[in-house]
């Protein structure tokens, strides 16, 4: 059974760079595209990016480029970094096992991690 | 983007009805290459990640229950629980995945009458 558990700082100040980790067990990390996601009352859910174990990476245009995803395939882990980060960008956090290609549905999930960005 | 809107916001149903979502696309997620419709959709329970139930628009993950369909093509889309049961008391989600970037719905709040 595929499982994805993430971690990451949940208080960060305006400015700050926002940093989570997701841990990929129970199936392959080949073979399809691990994404972050993000739901906040006032958006809903947003894509924000997508990468591959071979560190191949798609992000979702309105994050401005402050988005940066990778991968450490030694260990099935990979990475958020969210630069600039405003009261906007508080939500909770995903990752997903994106399945499919062209284009993806999310057929696992982590847990959620509720980031809080406040002065 | 696409725009993916549902319908209604909120859906009360009593034990063992009907409830029917609709979803939306801005834009056809038909791919003519493969006549599949590139939309899926979720059921998000309080304090859960969302739960995968169908995809290609009709196909239901393993698992999910029969009483759940998918239906539709092109712009619209429709979830179905032909029976409501107290466990499917959730906020359901549409998401178009046939262009980047994939967006979903605004969410459809199913509780019970």
């Known amino acids: 059974q595929v499982q994805l558990q993430q971690w990451g700082a949940g208080l960060l100040k305006p400015s700050e760079t926002l940093s989570l980790t997701c841990a990929v067990s129970?199936?392959?990390?080949?073979?399809?595209?691990w994404n972050w996601i993000r739901q906040s009352p006032g958006k809903g859910l947003e894509w924000i990016g997508e990468?591959?174990?071979?560190?191949?990476?798609n992000y979702n245009p309105s994050l401005d480029g402050r988005v940066t995803i990778s991968a450490d395939t030694s260990k099935n882990h990979f990475s958020l970094k969210l630069s600039s980060v405003t009261a906007a960008d508080t939500a909770v956090y995903y990752c997903?096992?994106?399945?499919?290609?062209?284009?993806?549905?999310?057929?696992?999930w982590g847990q959620g991690t509720l980031v809080t960005v406040s002065s | 983007d696409i725009v993916m809107t549902q319908s209604p916001d909120s859906l009360p149903v009593s034990l063992g009805e009907r409830a029917t979502i609709n979803c939306t696309s801005s834009?056809?997620?038909?791919?003519?290459?493969?006549?599949?419709?590139?939309l899926a959709w979720y059921q998000q329970k309080l304090g859960q990640p969302p739960k995968l139930l169908i995809y290609?628009?009709?196909t239901r993950q393993s698992g999910v229950p029969d009483r759940l369909s998918g239906s539709g093509s092109g712009t619209d889309f429709t979830l179905t629980i032909s029976s409501l049961q107290a466990e499917d008391v959730a906020v359901y989600y549409c998401?178009?995945?046939?262009?980047?970037?994939?967006?979903f719905g605004q969410g459809t709040r199913l509780e019970i009458k």
């Open positions: 997903a096992r994106g399945f499919g290609r062209p284009g993806v549905y999310f057929d696992y």
């Open positions: 129970g199936g392959s990390f080949r073979g399809f595209f």
């Open positions: 990468i591959n174990h071979s560190g191949s990476t």
């Open positions: 834009e056809s997620v038909l791919h003519s290459s493969n006549n599949l419709n590139y």
């Open positions: 290609w628009a009709s």
């Open positions: 998401q178009q995945y046939y262009s980047a970037p994939s967006t």
